[in-house]
């Protein structure tokens, strides 16, 4: 199997036209959404991750958001059945993708839907979002395919806001970010509330490095005021469409 591995896809053609249901839509730079991709893929890379493309999907608008369609523990891969039905063929280039780094699948199966977006794994214990996008059929489902690799799963209501991750991440120490407002926080051990709403989403790096959106000024602070190592970049043509830090990619470590 290969390590450090992150899966990306590159934006297609018809990304302008990805979904939108909470925020209101504005125009997308297609364009500069490709520059504001490859940032981000570099910065991947310079954190030490090794970059596997899924190809691109140029029919399917919202196929960027790779994370949506597979949950990655240890050596399994868990895809996806997005509570969004024109985003479900995204999963035929990442089971390609997945099986060429050696993980063994499986997959949520009707009357389950998932989004990788609402699924936060923290050590152990794995938060999963019940959203507009995740049921508790798949949530249930991949409680009992997690349960087989030592994982205990923690359902977390999210309302108003697409995904679990979309408001709660988790820090290299295991604690919770995130935006109280939208989520159900009484099975959580406890929340520290970020300042501004786009930085509920990083993306852990390394032991003491995060990946954080340029929108979230005043967390990057406060994060690196802790100590940690924070490298920025700059997603607002996908955050245009909802998305945050984390949807951008797959991380296999
Ligand atoms: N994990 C994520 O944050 N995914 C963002 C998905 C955004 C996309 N426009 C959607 O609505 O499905």
């Given at each position: 199997m290969t390590l450090r591995t992150a899966l990306v896809r590159a934006p297609g053609s018809r990304l302008a036209e990805g979904l939108v249901t909470h925020a209101d839509r504005r125009p997308v730079d297609v364009g500069l959404a490709a520059r504001q991709h490859a940032a981000y893929v570099a910065a991947l890379r310079a954190a030490g991750w090794r970059v596997r493309a899924v190809p691109a999907a140029d029919d399917l608008p919202d196929a960027v958001f790779v994370e949506d369609t597979v949950v990655v523990c240890d050596d399994l891969a868990v895809l996806a059945r997005s509570g969004?039905?024109?985003?479900?063929?995204?999963?035929v280039g990442t089971e390609k993708a997945v099986r060429g780094l050696g993980l063994e699948v499986t997959r949520i199966e009707p009357p389950g839907t998932l989004d990788g977006g609402d699924v936060l794994q923290v050590g152990d214990t794995v938060y999963v979002g019940l959203s507009g996008r995740t049921n508790e059929d798949a949530i249930c489902r991949l409680a009992a395919v997690l349960a087989g690799r030592g994982r205990r799963v923690v359902p977390v209501r999210v309302s108003g806001r697409l995904h679990l991750k979309t408001v709660m991440t988790a820090l290299p120490d295991g604690s919770l970010i995130g935006?109280?407002?939208?989520?159900?926080?009484?099975?959580?051990?406890c929340l520290r509330v970020v300042?501004?709403?786009?930085?509920a989403p990083v993306v852990v790096l390394g032991e003491d490095h995060v990946l954080i959106s340029a929108s979230a000024p005043r967390t990057a602070e406060r994060l690196r005021a802790d100590g940690l190592r924070v490298t920025v970049v700059d997603i607002g043509e996908f955050e245009a469409l909802e998305?945050?830090?984390?949807?951008?990619s797959v991380l296999v470590p």
């Open positions: 969004a039905p024109g985003r479900r063929a995204e999963t935006v109280p407002e939208h989520l159900d926080t009484s099975a959580l051990p300042p501004e709403p786009a930085g998305g945050g830090v984390t949807c951008l």
